[in-house]
Protein backbone atom coordinates (compact mmCIF):
# COMPACT_ATOMS: atom_id res chain seq x y z
CA UNK A 1 0.00 0.00 0.00
CA UNK A 2 1.77 3.31 -0.59
CA UNK A 3 0.07 6.14 0.46
CA UNK A 4 1.63 9.90 -0.05
CA UNK A 5 3.00 12.13 2.73
CA UNK A 6 0.54 15.22 2.59
CA UNK A 7 1.28 19.12 3.82
CA UNK A 8 -1.14 21.62 4.07
CA UNK A 9 -0.91 25.00 3.64
CA UNK A 10 -2.24 25.65 7.04
CA UNK A 11 -0.36 26.24 10.79
CA UNK A 12 -0.81 22.46 11.20
CA UNK A 13 1.22 20.80 8.03
CA UNK A 14 1.81 17.39 9.06
CA UNK A 15 0.20 13.98 8.98
CA UNK A 16 2.09 10.52 9.36
CA UNK A 17 1.50 8.10 6.84
CA UNK A 18 2.16 4.79 5.94
CA UNK A 19 5.13 5.92 3.48
CA UNK A 20 6.07 8.39 6.70
CA UNK A 21 6.50 5.00 8.99
CA UNK A 22 8.60 3.17 6.36
CA UNK A 23 10.57 5.77 4.34
CA UNK A 24 13.94 4.75 4.62
CA UNK A 25 13.62 1.27 5.89
CA UNK A 26 14.56 -2.24 4.68
CA UNK A 27 12.03 -3.91 1.98
CA UNK A 28 12.45 -7.11 4.41
CA UNK A 29 11.10 -4.97 7.40
CA UNK A 30 8.37 -3.85 6.06
CA UNK A 31 7.41 -6.74 4.37
CA UNK A 32 7.78 -8.84 7.75
CA UNK A 33 5.45 -5.96 9.44
CA UNK A 34 2.97 -6.43 6.83
CA UNK A 35 2.91 -9.92 6.46
CA UNK A 36 3.60 -10.62 10.32
CA UNK A 37 0.05 -7.98 11.97
CA UNK A 38 -3.47 -9.07 11.71
CA UNK A 39 -6.10 -7.71 10.06
CA UNK A 40 -9.10 -5.87 11.76
CA UNK A 41 -12.62 -5.00 10.15
CA UNK A 42 -13.99 -2.13 12.57
CA UNK A 43 -17.92 -1.32 11.84
CA UNK A 44 -18.85 2.60 11.75
CA UNK A 45 -18.53 4.18 15.69
CA UNK A 46 -17.47 0.83 16.93
CA UNK A 47 -14.34 1.02 19.71
CA UNK A 48 -11.19 0.24 18.61
CA UNK A 49 -10.09 1.05 22.23
CA UNK A 50 -11.05 2.86 25.19
CA UNK A 51 -8.63 5.20 27.45
CA UNK A 52 -7.49 2.85 30.27
CA UNK A 53 -7.36 -0.26 28.48
CA UNK A 54 -4.16 -2.38 28.53
CA UNK A 55 -1.98 -1.89 25.18
CA UNK A 56 0.59 -4.04 23.02
CA UNK A 57 -0.12 -2.57 19.82
CA UNK A 58 -0.36 0.07 17.40
CA UNK A 59 -2.85 -0.09 14.14
CA UNK A 60 -2.23 1.35 11.08
CA UNK A 61 -5.65 2.37 8.85
CA UNK A 62 -5.80 1.01 5.62
CA UNK A 63 -9.11 2.43 4.77
CA UNK A 64 -11.61 4.43 6.61
CA UNK A 65 -11.45 6.64 9.45
CA UNK A 66 -10.44 7.02 13.36
CA UNK A 67 -11.33 9.29 15.85
CA UNK A 68 -9.11 10.10 18.49
CA UNK A 69 -10.51 11.22 21.49
CA UNK A 70 -11.35 12.23 25.79
CA UNK A 71 -14.02 12.31 27.43
CA UNK A 72 -13.22 15.36 30.19
CA UNK A 73 -14.28 15.31 33.87
CA UNK A 74 -17.83 17.32 33.08
CA UNK A 75 -18.40 14.49 30.48
CA UNK A 76 -17.29 16.47 27.47
CA UNK A 77 -16.17 15.09 24.41
CA UNK A 78 -12.52 16.33 23.09
CA UNK A 79 -11.61 15.06 20.17
CA UNK A 80 -7.18 14.92 19.85
CA UNK A 81 -7.30 13.56 16.37
CA UNK A 82 -8.49 11.74 13.29
CA UNK A 83 -6.55 9.18 11.66
CA UNK A 84 -6.75 8.53 7.63
CA UNK A 85 -6.05 5.51 5.47
CA UNK A 86 -2.07 4.91 5.65
CA UNK A 87 -2.12 6.73 8.62
CA UNK A 88 -0.67 5.24 12.27
CA UNK A 89 -1.91 5.02 16.21
CA UNK A 90 -1.52 3.68 19.44
CA UNK A 91 1.73 3.61 19.52
CA UNK A 92 2.54 4.99 22.06
CA UNK A 93 0.59 1.92 24.08
CA UNK A 94 2.66 -0.06 21.95
CA UNK A 95 6.06 0.93 23.02
CA UNK A 96 5.03 1.11 26.77
CA UNK A 97 2.52 -1.17 26.98
CA UNK A 98 1.12 0.98 29.56
CA UNK A 99 -3.02 1.53 29.61
CA UNK A 100 -4.11 3.58 26.44
CA UNK A 101 -3.86 7.42 27.33
CA UNK A 102 -6.94 8.24 24.61
CA UNK A 103 -10.13 6.02 22.87
CA UNK A 104 -10.41 5.08 19.32
CA UNK A 105 -13.88 5.12 17.91
CA UNK A 106 -14.15 4.23 13.86
CA UNK A 107 -15.80 7.01 12.20
CA UNK A 108 -16.91 4.39 9.28
CA UNK A 109 -16.18 1.03 8.72
CA UNK A 110 -12.76 0.97 8.96
CA UNK A 111 -10.25 -1.57 7.74
CA UNK A 112 -7.15 -1.88 10.29
CA UNK A 113 -4.14 -3.70 10.98
CA UNK A 114 -2.85 -4.36 14.32
CA UNK A 115 0.76 -4.11 14.53
CA UNK A 116 1.68 -6.09 17.58
CA UNK A 117 4.92 -5.01 19.95
CA UNK A 118 6.52 -7.89 19.26
CA UNK A 119 6.35 -7.90 15.44
CA UNK A 120 7.51 -4.27 15.40
CA UNK A 121 10.94 -4.55 17.56
CA UNK A 122 12.01 -7.92 15.44
CA UNK A 123 11.59 -5.64 12.15
CA UNK A 124 13.36 -2.84 14.15
CA UNK A 125 16.21 -5.23 14.38
CA UNK A 126 16.04 -5.55 10.69
CA UNK A 127 16.01 -2.05 9.97
CA UNK A 128 16.51 0.47 12.88
CA UNK A 129 15.25 3.11 10.90
CA UNK A 130 12.00 2.46 11.64
CA UNK A 131 12.76 3.11 15.45
CA UNK A 132 14.08 6.62 13.91
CA UNK A 133 10.65 6.69 11.91
CA UNK A 134 8.64 6.32 14.76
CA UNK A 135 10.31 8.85 17.29
CA UNK A 136 10.03 11.58 14.36
CA UNK A 137 6.29 10.23 14.21
CA UNK A 138 5.91 10.59 17.76
CA UNK A 139 7.39 14.24 17.92
CA UNK A 140 4.97 14.77 14.98
CA UNK A 141 2.07 13.72 17.42
CA UNK A 142 2.97 15.73 20.48
CA UNK A 143 3.75 19.19 18.18
CA UNK A 144 -0.06 18.37 16.90
CA UNK A 145 -1.04 18.28 20.34
CA UNK A 146 0.91 21.30 21.37
CA UNK A 147 -0.66 23.24 18.56
CA UNK A 148 -4.04 22.08 19.51
CA UNK A 149 -3.68 23.36 22.87
CA UNK A 150 -2.18 26.35 21.67
CA UNK A 151 -5.90 26.97 19.62
CA UNK A 152 -7.60 26.06 22.15
CA UNK A 153 -6.46 28.79 24.62
CA UNK A 154 -5.59 31.60 22.32
CA UNK A 155 -7.59 31.14 19.37
CA UNK A 156 -11.04 32.46 18.43
CA UNK A 157 -13.75 29.72 17.15
CA UNK A 158 -13.17 30.96 13.66
CA UNK A 159 -9.79 30.13 13.70
CA UNK A 160 -10.07 27.10 15.18
CA UNK A 161 -12.96 26.03 12.65
CA UNK A 162 -11.10 26.96 9.58
CA UNK A 163 -7.93 24.75 10.40
CA UNK A 164 -10.32 22.01 11.23
CA UNK A 165 -12.01 21.98 7.90
CA UNK A 166 -8.76 22.33 6.15
CA UNK A 167 -7.55 19.50 8.01
CA UNK A 168 -10.24 17.16 7.31
CA UNK A 169 -10.73 18.17 3.80
CA UNK A 170 -6.80 17.63 2.87
CA UNK A 171 -7.21 14.17 4.76
CA UNK A 172 -10.95 12.87 4.15
CA UNK A 173 -12.59 14.40 0.91
CA UNK A 174 -13.82 12.39 -1.87
CA UNK A 175 -13.49 12.87 -5.76
CA UNK A 176 -15.78 15.75 -5.80
CA UNK A 177 -13.88 17.43 -2.70
CA UNK A 178 -16.79 16.80 0.16
CA UNK A 179 -15.83 15.99 3.28
CA UNK A 180 -18.48 12.92 4.94
CA UNK A 181 -18.71 14.66 8.59
CA UNK A 182 -21.70 15.68 10.92
CA UNK A 183 -21.97 18.85 12.57
CA UNK A 184 -21.72 16.96 16.12
CA UNK A 185 -18.52 15.63 14.61
CA UNK A 186 -17.19 19.18 14.10
CA UNK A 187 -17.71 20.68 16.41
CA UNK A 188 -16.09 17.70 19.49
CA UNK A 189 -13.16 18.35 17.15
CA UNK A 190 -13.18 22.23 16.86
CA UNK A 191 -13.67 21.97 20.68
CA UNK A 192 -17.01 24.26 20.63
CA UNK A 193 -20.59 23.75 20.26
CA UNK A 194 -22.99 22.48 17.80
CA UNK A 195 -24.40 25.61 17.99
CA UNK A 196 -21.73 27.85 17.83
CA UNK A 197 -20.28 26.13 14.78
CA UNK A 198 -23.99 25.67 12.79
CA UNK A 199 -24.13 29.24 13.08
CA UNK A 200 -20.23 29.85 11.79
CA UNK A 201 -20.52 27.54 8.78
CA UNK A 202 -23.97 29.43 7.84
CA UNK A 203 -22.20 32.60 8.01
CA UNK A 204 -19.37 31.08 6.06
CA UNK A 205 -22.05 29.25 3.52
CA UNK A 206 -23.81 32.88 2.97
CA UNK A 207 -19.82 33.92 2.04
CA UNK A 208 -19.84 31.17 -0.67
CA UNK A 209 -16.69 29.60 1.52
CA UNK A 210 -18.14 26.49 1.84
CA UNK A 211 -21.23 24.69 0.82
CA UNK A 212 -23.14 22.45 3.16
CA UNK A 213 -25.51 19.70 2.69
CA UNK A 214 -27.26 17.03 5.34
CA UNK A 215 -23.68 15.36 6.70
CA UNK A 216 -21.15 16.33 3.81
CA UNK A 217 -19.28 19.77 3.72
CA UNK A 218 -17.39 21.43 0.80
CA UNK A 219 -14.43 24.02 0.76
CA UNK A 220 -14.84 26.43 -1.95
CA UNK A 221 -12.81 28.93 -1.42
CA UNK A 222 -9.72 27.66 0.33
CA UNK A 223 -7.70 30.78 0.19
CA UNK A 224 -9.94 32.68 2.07
CA UNK A 225 -10.24 30.06 4.44
CA UNK A 226 -6.67 29.46 4.74
CA UNK A 227 -6.43 33.34 5.60
CA UNK A 228 -9.10 32.82 8.86
CA UNK A 229 -7.00 29.59 9.55
CA UNK A 230 -3.99 32.44 9.91
CA UNK A 231 -6.10 34.62 11.79
CA UNK A 232 -5.69 37.21 8.94
CA UNK A 233 -9.32 37.65 7.79
CA UNK A 234 -12.56 37.85 9.62
CA UNK A 235 -15.30 35.04 9.89
Not at 150 to 163: I, N, T
Request: proline share 2%.
Amino acid sequence: MSVKYTKLDSPLVKFVTLDRLFNGVEDKARDFVLASSQPVSTKKNASVFEKGDSSSAMYIVQSGRVEISLISQLGRKIVLNQIASGQCFGEIGMLDTLPRTASAVAMENTMLLSVSRKVFMEAVQKSPQLAVNLMEVLCERLRWVSDSVEEYALHSLDVRLARRLLVIQTKFSDGQGYVNITQNDLADFAGATRESVNKLLMLWKSEALIAVSRGKILVLDREKLALIAHGEAAG
